[in-house]
């Protein structure tokens, strides 16, 4: 699933992948992974991500969280 919300809130605060990598200090290229949705976003860097942009996780849209059985 691709989270266009993220790479929105990226692009409306003018920072650059590389950027905002640095200050949730991951790789550009796990960022990247996230944006694209060719890897899921584990739990904690959505806390993050709503964290740093002051909004809730709700607002990244719809996702599933995995279910432990």
């Known amino acids: 699933?691709?989270?266009q919300r993220i790479q929105d809130l990226?692009?409306?605060a003018d920072l650059s992948?590389?950027?905002l990598s640095e200050i949730l200090h991951i790789s550009q290229r796990s960022?990247?992974?996230y944006e694209t949705g060719?890897?899921?976003i584990p739990i904690?860097?959505?806390i993050r991500l709503a964290n740093y942009y002051d909004t809730s996780i709700d607002s990244?849209?719809?996702f599933r969280l995995p279910c432990s059985a």
């Open 1 to 3: 699933m691709k989270f």
């Open 10 to 12: 990226r692009t409306d």
């Open 17 to 19: 992948q590389r950027e």
């Open 31 to 33: 960022y990247s992974h």
């Open 38 to 40: 060719s890897r899921n």
């Open 44 to 46: 904690e860097m959505l």
């Open 60 to 62: 990244f849209g719809t």
